[in-house]
């Protein structure tokens, strides 16, 4: 059971030993990179590639770690017992189950992502300590143990807004998704797109990565930026022509909307491209 | 098995626990890779480096584990400013000279001598490349525009640049009553605060509870909010003098925003770059001087370190020790810096210097390395960045 990539997904080596490391020891695998690199998309692909379930737990500012556990639906209860519902004398009834339940009791070894980490209250990682560590957990109300059938495979992603506590970090292995390099990058879009032309997707490349190079940009197009631009840029049907042209007209690429998500980064183009049309006057 | 890694990781200040030390040998015991180099390497790395600021701390220590490379050692540096010394002599004055100042004795005679030459021989060393480092240009003579000189019997700085200078000069005391101007650089420092009130929801907020309750037609609608925890202390460093003399307006205006902002503010001046000790009053900055070292046993880790500083010298005063202008400093800064950054974690650099020039400057490319690129400009931009990477 080894991963190596899928056919919708380039995995550099780093990352396979990372991916192999954690399945084989079963222990979480924290995942950071800049934002559009695939941090996501890696637990899709591994439990696609591996056969395995997904489990994806979205994590928002407002969750709390109990919530991945279960929850006391106290609310219903009270109004069951107002109505008078037999429901309402098995305490289990009113217990939600939460998606690390889920993934401790699934049949077999599922994949477990917990999305986005770092949005969480500073406290949550260290609420999970145990959870992770020993797949286990106590339930009060019904006074039961729950503990994992088959060690789940799990996946955490990070976008790094806040620092992550450090016996949370001793207890998964870590992976930096750099951003790729121009090989790699050319390896993912023919992944995507594999009858695109040859020489648009390498005009498209480097224009990428040139806006990538301009100092002072707030938000640099990622990976997944690139590969929207690329489909529009195929729908719209803009020749490679145009793109190699480089008239201080083009200077800002056909499109821009795809890579530059920021006004500030738009404004900066167009006064370089301003620049660049009055020294190309003179 | 690895032990040598392990130890040797630990002493570059990466956070290598034994638990991970250990994952690491169960991962090589299942055979997780097939025993290359390279991807022993990755393995390693992802058990061991949880922080990808350490990536490179790690690449220093496994190649100098595993291919015998040279780790740099901040002690073998210790002899450089001598050699500065020899060479200086060598350069300027001939060998009976020489021998004629070692019958005087003293560095400072020689100090003395080397100033009457080069008060008569001011062009002479221009685009010498002999000296240690690649500036291309000779390291003494004043009123010249030299990064890495020594100056001599210069009043004011004028390209501020001067490994040593000798002449003392006076400083103005920061002044904090700036209160105009100040307003949106509170607003920046008012996210530090925010912090304060994050966290889990606990205490009852009874205004906000008799309110909602009304609406509610009665029914009690209890709300919570976060417990405040009023922690939030802060070390403030601030560069004073020489290149930062454009610049201290804009520290004042700070300087007064942030003492009204915190209740735990602690402030102290350094010039240039922070040495073995630091000061609180700069009027009497030669008289009351307080050790680094006591700073750093006096106030605790949860203490937020916030250093204001254009970091714009000669790279030596970063680098050596001796590199100092102003005393001989036995250490050299960039050591003093790594144990402000190991004693108080969180920690970031403002710079006043506009974020555009940054590449511009050697020492301010140091520093920010040092300081694993949490500096940042002293704009209002800057400051939200700065607080966000505080409170995180």
Same mark, same amino acid.
């Given at each position: 059971m080894k991963f190596e990539g899928t056919d919708s997904y380039v995995a550099t080596e780093d990352l396979m030993v990372a991916v192999n490391a954690a399945i084989t020891l079963q222990r979480p695998l924290l995942v950071k990179g800049e934002p559009g690199t695939g941090k996501t998309m890696l637990a899709i692909e591994v439990a696609e590639a591996i056969g395995a379930p997904l489990i994806e737990w979205h994590i928002k500012s407002t969750t709390k770690a109990q919530q991945g556990l279960y929850e006391y639906d106290a609310v219903s209860r009270l109004r069951d017992s107002q109505l008078g519902d037999e429901r309402v004398h098995d305490i289990s009834n009113y217990i939600v189950q939460g998606k690390l339940w889920e993934a401790f009791e699934s049949d077999e070894r599922p994949v477990l992502l917990i999305d986005e #980490?770092?949005?969480?209250? #500073?406290?949550f990682p260290n609420d999970l300590l145990l959870e992770l560590d020993r797949m286990e957990f106590f339930v009060y109300e019904t006074k039961q143990t729950i503990k994992t059938v088959h060690r789940p495979i799990v996946f955490i992603t990070s976008n790094n807004e806040k620092e992550l506590p450090d016996a949370f970090l001793r207890r998964c292995f870590f992976h930096y998704i750099r951003f790729p390099e121009r090989e790699t990058m050319q390896q993912i879009v023919d992944v995507h797109y594999p009858d695109l032309k040859r020489n648009l997707i390498s005009e498209a490349l480097n224009i990428f990565f040139e806006i990538r190079d301009v100092p002072g940009m707030k938000k640099k197009p990622s990976t997944s930026e690139l590969l929207d631009w690329i489909k529009l840029l195929v729908a719209e049907d803009v020749s490679p022509e145009v793109l190699r042209s480089r008239d201080m007209k083009t200077l800002i690429p056909p499109l821009h909307g795809a890579l530059l998500k920021n006004e500030q980064d738009v404004h900066l183009f167009e006064r370089l491209a301003f620049m660049a049309r009055r020294e190309g006057g003179s | 098995m690895f032990s040598e890694l392990f130890y040797e990781l630990r002493k570059a200040q990466v956070p290598v626990s034994l638990k991970e030390y250990l994952a690491l040998l169960e991962a090589m015991e299942a055979h997780v890779t097939d025993m290359s180099v390279e991807e022993f390497y990755y393995l390693s790395r992802a058990a061991l480096v949880k922080d990808e600021r350490n990536f490179d701390k790690y690449d220093v220590v496994f190649g100098h584990v595993f291919k015998g490379l040279e780790a740099l050692e901040d002690d073998e540096t210790a002899e450089i400013p001598e050699e500065w010394l020899r060479k200086l002599a060598e350069l300027t004055l001939t060998e009976e000279e020489m021998a004629e100042i070692e019958a005087m004795g003293g560095f400072d005679k020689l100090m003395e001598e080397l100033r009457k030459r080069l008060e008569e021989q001011q062009k002479r060393h221009q685009g010498g490349n002999k000296w240690i480092g690649t500036a291309g240009r000779s390291p003494f003579g004043a009123y010249g525009y030299n990064p890495e000189g020594v100056r001599i019997g210069q009043d004011g700085s004028r390209h501020r640049r001067a490994v040593k200078v000798w002449d003392r000069r006076e400083y103005k005391n920061l002044d904090d009553s700036v209160e105009l101007g100040t307003r949106n650089i509170k607003v920046a420092l008012r996210r530090l605060r925010r912090f304060a009130r994050?966290?889990?929801?606990?205490?009852?907020?009874l205004p906000d509870t008799v309110r909602s309750t009304a609406n509610n037609g009665g029914y009690l609608d209890l709300k919570l909010i976060p417990e405040r925890h009023n922690t939030i202390k802060v070390l403030l460093f601030l560069d004073i003098g020489g290149s930062m003399d454009d610049h201290t307006r804009t520290c004042e205006e700070l300087f007064s925003a942030t003492r009204t902002e915190f209740k735990h503010l602690e402030y102290f001046y350094f010039h240039n770059f922070v040495y073995e000790y630091v000061w609180r009053d700069n009027r009497r900055r030669h008289q009351e001087r307080i050790p680094t070292w006591e700073v750093m046993h006096t106030y605790a880790s949860d203490y937020k370190l916030i250093l204001v500083g254009d970091a714009t010298m000669s790279p030596y005063e970063i680098a050596y020790p001796g590199g100092s202008v102003e005393h001989w400093n036995e250490e050299p800064g960039q050591v003093w810096l790594d144990r402000l950054l190991t004693t108080y974690p969180s920690a970031i650099w403002l710079n006043p210097v506009n974020e555009r020039h940054w590449t511009y400057t050697q020492s301010l490319q140091m520093t920010q390395q040092l300081m694993g690129d949490r500096m940042f400009p002293l704009t209002l931009d800057g400051l939200d960045r700065g607080m966000r990477e505080l409170s995180r």
């Open positions: #980490i770092d949005k969480a209250d #500073i406290e | 994050e966290g889990a929801a606990l205490e009852l907020d």
